[in-house]
């Protein structure tokens, strides 16, 4: 997930030069599940909580 994150993150930035402005585009949590292991609500409140730590 780093790679892919940090890969997407130069890519973004190239292209977009005003993002690099930004400290960083990317939390360093991540989830993985199947769709058919968790709800709908569950992926909502998930992003919901992102950066509330």
Request: net charge positive.
């Amino acid at each position: 997930m780093h790679r892919i994150k940090g890969y997407s993150s130069y890519v973004l930035r190239k292209e977009f030069p005003h993002l690099k402005r930004m400290p960083s585009m990317w939390t360093r949590s991540y989830f993985v599940s199947t769709a058919d292991n968790v709800s709908s609500q569950t992926i909502i409140k998930y992003i919901k909580a992102q950066g509330k730590d």
